[in-house]
């Protein structure tokens, strides 16, 4: 097929932003999706969660059947591009095309199993193994893994050549945590939506049933609430009327006066991010305990009600709730650093790695 037959016969945008470094490419024609629906009839079901077995039969099938697929690749030097072919109650499936250098980073598929196929060229997974050592496995035409739903993996393009994979997932993907791989492990650092159910493929059936029911739970979840409860923009707001919260140049004079920075972000971003030499690391869910003058789990030294308390998280807004928690159980003196760890490190004030366990 020509690529003037192909603009035609690709129809609706897709979500552009499904992932840093991805194209999207466009929904496949209702004869297309028609085709490739009656292959997928005879290797699984259309509701239900999918074994890992059934989603490699069927990336190693729709691998083998170019006809349905290879006229949509676009290989693209810049970025991976992806193309929905299927969507179903229980999977959705994908087209991949890969260049050198293009990889996926390290991820999970939200609790989805999944399966990817490699039709041309090779690919390079890097995963979690059991006991959370990294493996690796190259990956030639013709060859596919399949996953259960804690698969953490990193995908690549295998070198030499265009690449192009079909992969499968049950149920179909709703989000992916992206991880950072550090000295400690793999460690996650951001949850990211996928494509909603109908996505931009305008497919009607069970994706529009999907969409309708997903309306109407966020209905239901808001109906539900208490009148006059605030929102959590509201509660920020409210905390920081009663802070005078301090930039990290002030921060870091009130810390030479006498001031004490708490760190209250959890293991998992210190290691990420780094942290402030010198500053006491007390968690989140045991801050008031720590710090209370009345509480038989207080640090003496600083549960005291005359003591400037500078708590730092990541960005800022946690610390201004926590701040604010402080100040109501007695500590007067407490407020946050506005922009937290990452406002601390812009202005070049001194940083250093994530201290080890021992
Ligand atoms: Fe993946």
Same mark, same amino acid.
């Given at each position: 097929m020509s690529r003037s037959a192909i603009s035609q016969e690709q129809v609706s945008a897709q979500t552009p932003d499904a992932s840093a470094g991805l194209k999207p490419g466009w929904g496949v024609s209702p004869e297309r999706q028609q085709a490739i629906e009656a292959t997928l009839?005879?290797?699984?079901?259309?509701?239900?969660?999918?074994?890992?077995?059934?989603? *490699?039969?069927?990336?190693? &099938?729709?691998?083998? *059947?170019?006809?349905l697929w290879?006229?949509?690749?676009?290989?693209d030097p810049d970025v991976r591009w992806y193309l929905p072919l299927h969507r179903s109650n229980s999977c959705d499936v994908w087209l991949l095309a890969w260049e050198r250098g293009q990889d996926t980073d390290w991820h999970d598929h939200g609790g989805s199993s999944g399966s990817f196929a490699v039709a041309d060229g090779?690919?390079?997974?890097?995963?979690?193994?059991?006991?959370?050592?990294?493996?690796?496995?190259r990956l030639g035409a013709g060859q596919a893994v399949a996953f259960g739903p804690g698969h953490?993996? &990193?995908?690549?393009?295998?070198? =030499?050549?265009?690449?192009?994979?079909?992969?499968?997932?049950?149920?179909?993907?709703?989000?992916?945590?992206?991880? %950072?791989?550090?000295?400690?492990g793999l460690i996650a650092r951001q949850t990211v939506p996928i494509d909603g159910p109908e996505g931009g493929r305008g497919r009607g059936g069970a994706d529009t049933a999907l969409a309708k029911a997903s309306a109407s739970a966020a209905r239901l979840t808001s109906d539900a609430l208490p009148d006059g409860a605030p929102g959590i923009d509201e509660l920020l707001a409210e905390a920081r009327s009663g802070l005078r919260r301090l930039r990290p140049e002030a921060?870091?004079?009130?810390?030479? &006066?006498?001031?004490?920075?708490? &760190?209250?972000?959890?293991?998992?971003?210190?290691?990420v991010e780094g942290e402030v030499p010198g500053a006491i690391i007390i968690g989140r869910n045991v801050l008031e305990w720590r710090l209370d003058p009345r509480s038989e789990a207080r640090i003496p030294a600083l549960a005291r009600s005359?003591?400037?308390?500078?708590?730092?998280?990541? =960005?800022?807004?946690?610390?201004?709730?926590?701040?604010?928690?402080?100040?109501?159980?007695?500590? %007067?003196e407490a407020t946050d650093l506005d922009g937290?760890?990452?406002?601390?490190?812009?202005?070049?004030?001194?940083?250093?790695p994530a201290q080890s366990l021992g």
């Open positions: 009839a005879n290797l699984a079901p259309h509701s239900g969660r999918l074994t890992p077995a059934q989603l *490699r039969s069927i990336t190693t &099938d729709l691998a083998k *059947r170019r006809e290879s006229d949509l690749v676009v290989h090779s690919l390079v997974e890097q995963y979690r193994a059991p006991a959370g050592r990294l493996s690796h496995r953490v993996h &990193d995908v690549a393009h295998g070198g =030499q050549g265009s690449a192009t994979s079909i992969h499968a997932y049950s149920p179909p993907l709703t989000a992916m945590t992206y991880y %950072t791989s550090t000295d400690y921060a870091l004079a009130a810390i030479t &006066d006498g001031a004490v920075l708490v &760190d209250i972000r959890p293991l998992e971003q210190r290691i005359d003591m400037e308390i500078i708590v730092m998280c990541s =960005q800022g807004y946690a610390s201004t709730l926590a701040a604010a928690s402080l100040r109501r159980i007695g500590l %007067t937290g760890f990452q406002a601390w490190r812009a202005a070049g004030l001194p940083t250093r």
